[in-house]
């Protein structure tokens, strides 16, 4: 009779996305951005709250109290996904774009079942996000048309060169002697 090797179980490897931390109190025993990440790490690692929880040293009570405050809908979108939950799409608030912009995203690290380490991400989209919130610049002269989004429907023309600058201290003779390999 011919034996077969048991079946491999497949390997999962959890995944947790990079969320922005909820802002935390100045308390050294508190919800920190490292807790609050290693928390969703060992969230995916055990699937279960109260063990995730009693991991960094936490109570499973004030995890929920921390999802439910003000500010931490990123943390609380990050949890529906580690336990396979469909977030819904909701809204970024101002507030929320820019501190992801200034502060990045932190992203937990899991090998081979543990925790090993935090990486902060840089939220280009949010960046991005801000940067077309602004202001176009103005155009007095009506020189590009006055449309403000559109770039195919520039004119051939525009402003003209830029005046040349009154001194410039790299190539002036004298000016560094130890940028003289700057000029050319």
Known sequence: MKRYPPARRQARHPRVPAFLPAAPRA??????????????????I????????????????????????????SFAA???????????????TGEELYRRAIEGLLKPHIYRGRCTGMERKADNSALLGLASRLDPLPDPEGLWGGRSQSFA????????PLPPAPWDPISAPGAYPFAAHLRG
């Open 153 to 160: 429907g520039r004119p051939a023309s525009h402003p003209g």
């Open 46 to 73: 055990t699937g279960s709250v109260s063990a995730a929880a009693r991991k960094v040293g936490m109570a499973r009570e004030t995890a929920y109290r921390l999802r439910r405050k003000p500010g931490a809908e």
């Open 27 to 44: 308390r050294a025993d508190g919800w920190t951005a490292e807790r609050q990440a290693r928390f969703l790490a060992e969230l995916a």
């Open 78 to 92: 990050a949890w529906d996904q580690v336990l396979g939950r469909e977030p819904g799409r909701r809204k970024v």
